[in-house]
């Protein structure tokens, strides 16, 4: 049987699952719907199911994991989930390898985007970056000196910095974070709220969605083009902080909204621009990813070789 790894990417509205040769290339990949898995029982039986199938297939050697929030990545422990409840303190590692008699190498989300960006994405060979992964909520990874930075805790949480000083609630705990302003839901509210909504075309779809203005946008809507020139400028601004603090050469914009990009670009570097000192906002790029909606399990499998 042939030798593989697993990468698995746990995000708040899908997760998927890559399983890899020895060389790195995907031969099998799976996508869940992530809203029937939050409780942990449940999402151990969804492991289970796909990992016993696969094994008829590959021999499996270890696997990897990028969750939606801070962990303790020695000893595999969840703190706590911001979109998702019900895994706070949760023991994941100990309670995958006891199940699946497998090594499980664990790491935030925006950890495991941003490590295959610098392995295999756009990232690769740079000293200083910044990796947003745009989905459900706002992922974010960071590379210095050539490596995925880590404090105590697994990640640079930059999502979660309160930018609005009487903001809204966040799924952190905190109140005005920058994620209460382009994670999904909080995005859609807003472009409820903006003028022109009511007279658009996509005032009429239910359960509206951030692909639904991406499609908009697609099809020359001019109120679908406005909610992203405010996406950009949003998010502009935020990495305007950033690239103050860090000077970074490169910012990856991946995940499931990167497909948008072409919409929300120019409005983020000409905040950047405005916003950024010089020559710092000069000295980066900002580019999309090239890994598709593969970035996180790629991620994932580049875990277990980094670990």
Same mark, same amino acid.
């Given at each position: ?13 899908? @997760? ?5 040769? #020895? ?6 990949? %799976?996508? %869940? ?29 270890? &696997? +990897? ?9 020695? !000893?595999? @422990? ?27 190498? =664990? ?8 490590? $295959? ?5 756009? &990232? ?18 960071? =590379?210095?000196?050539?490596? =995925?930075? /880590?404090? /105590?805790? #697994?990640? $640079? *949480?930059?999502?979660?910095?309160? =930018? ?18 382009? +994670? ?6 807003? @472009? ?7 007279? #658009? ?22 109120? $679908? ?13 935020? #990495? ?8 970074? *050469?490169?910012? @990856? ?6 497909? &948008? ?7 983020? *570097? ?5 916003? &950024? ?15 598709? !909606? ?5 991620? $994932? ?7």
């Amino acid at each position: 049987m042939d030798k593989a790894a697993i990468g698995i990417d746990w995000g708040g509205t899908f @997760v998927k699952l890559g399983v890899f040769d #020895s060389k790195g290339r995907i031969v099998s990949k %799976y996508s %869940y719907l992530s809203e029937p898995l939050t409780n942990p029982d449940d999402f151990f039986n969804f492991i289970s199911e796909s990992i016993n199938n696969l094994r008829k297939k590959y021999s499996l050697e270890k &696997a +990897g994991i990028g969750v939606p929030g801070p962990v303790d990545t020695g !000893k595999g @422990v969840i703190y706590y989930l911001p979109n998702i409840k019900g895994w706070e303190n949760f023991p994941f590692k100990k309670k995958f390898q006891k199940k699946f008699k497998i090594p499980l190498f =664990i790491d935030n989300d925006g950890n495991t985007s941003a490590l $295959a960006e610098l392995r295999r994405g756009k &990232a690769k060979g740079i000293t200083t970056g910044i990796v947003f992964t745009l989905g459900t909520g706002l992922g974010c990874g960071l =590379i210095i000196r050539g490596k =995925i930075f /880590r404090g /105590r805790c #697994s990640a $640079a *949480e930059a999502a979660h910095m309160p =930018i609005v000083l009487k903001g809204k609630k966040c799924g952190c705990g905190g109140t005005g974070c920058v994620e209460t302003l382009l +994670g999904n839901s909080y995005f859609i509210s807003k @472009v409820k709220s903006m003028p022109g909504y009511k007279k #658009s075309p996509v005032s009429r779809i239910k359960n509206m969605d951030p692909y639904n203005i991406y499609q908009a946008a697609k099809e020359k809507d001019r109120f $679908a083009l406005k909610c992203w020139v405010y996406f950009g400028k949003i998010l502009g601004r935020f #990495s305007s902080g950033l690239i103050n603090l860090l000077n970074p *050469e490169l910012i @990856v914009i991946g995940g499931g909204l990167s497909g &948008a990009f072409p919409f929300f670009k120019q409005a983020m *570097e000409e905040e950047i621009s405005y916003q &950024a000192m010089k020559p710092q906002s000069q000295q980066v790029k900002v580019v999309k990813s090239r890994l598709g !909606k593969d970035t996180g399990i790629i991620g $994932a499998r580049e875990l277990t070789l980094e670990k």
